[in-house]
């Protein structure tokens, strides 16, 4: 099917819907604002829809190839940096757009309370949104696979990880839980929220299924055995 006659199809939609049609088609995400007005800028002084299309297939395919010859020494200077821009060149590399404000706002947030750089580049990667891009550039899976080697975090959730679980305690069995299940360090929040419910009396079962019911952990790559697990713990805890 041509560009044309696929374009064609969408003439239904608004030419904002269009824009962010187009980005979804060719980016797997919707457009950043800044960028969306350019496009819109264009459509509405008389540029074809079919060459809008052309255009945002171009920037994708230029995209992609930048982040293809982006190797190592981009790391180690994401690395090097600190605070909003550390969080703002992570957004650029591993997810090839700005940081919108909830997202900044959130992981700055993060950084602040203490958690390490490494796991939050590795929250980056493995989000929703960096997923799609992992799967298209190979040196972001490089990238994960470091980060996952250093923050000691398995590759697939299994019901033996999670077993191993039961035979820490106190800070050890939150940390380890949260690298085991979400797939990263514990933030200070985390870490203050669940060893206190520990102390509480709040078991280590019910800590892992909440833990596991979380957004982050819904995402995580794991087993047959270990949905069926974690669905029998949350009907027998309620």
Known sequence: MTDSSFVAKLANLS???????????????ICEPERAVY???QLRSGVSRVTVWEGIRTFASKELDLGHRVGSNSLDALMALDGDQLIRGAYRLILGRSADASG???????????????A????LLTS??????TDHVSHLRRWADKFRSELSIPRVLNVA????????NGEAFIRTAYRTIIGREADSDGLSTYLNALEQGTSKIRIIVALFASEEGRRRPQTIATRIFFKIGRLILG
């Open 120 to 123: 939050i580049l590795y929250s």
């Open 15 to 29: 030419d904002e819907t269009f824009v962010h049609h187009a980005f979804v088609f060719h980016f797997r995400r």
């Open 128 to 133: 929703a949104e960096g997923l799609v891009r």
């Open 39 to 41: 496009y819109l800028r």
């Open 161 to 168: 990880s999670v077993f191993r679980l039961g035979a820490l």
């Open 104 to 118: 900044l706002d959130h992981y700055l947030g993060r950084l602040n309370r203490g958690e390490n750089k490494a």
